[in-house]
């Protein structure tokens, strides 16, 4: 099954950018990770599907 990773960052001033960033073809799906650095948090969230992946982009987009 192939998989669609969204990457979000939230900057320390509470910008916010996201985008479809990775695919992988995989038997399960990845887990979601998290890191955070000094000046923005960066979130790697896995969906089954392509059109999952962009609306998650564009809600994230608008908060």
Do not use: H, Q
């Not at 320390?12 to 650095?37: C, I, K, M």
């Amino acid at each position: 099954m192939k998989y669609y990773c969204v990457t979000t960052t939230i900057s320390d001033r509470g910008t916010v950018t996201a985008n479809v960033t990775s695919t992988v073809e995989a038997d399960n799906r990845p887990e979601d990770s998290f890191t955070s650095t000094s000046r923005r948090d960066i979130y790697n969230d896995w969906f089954d599907s392509l059109e999952e992946a962009l609306e998650f982009v564009e809600d994230a987009k608008m908060a």
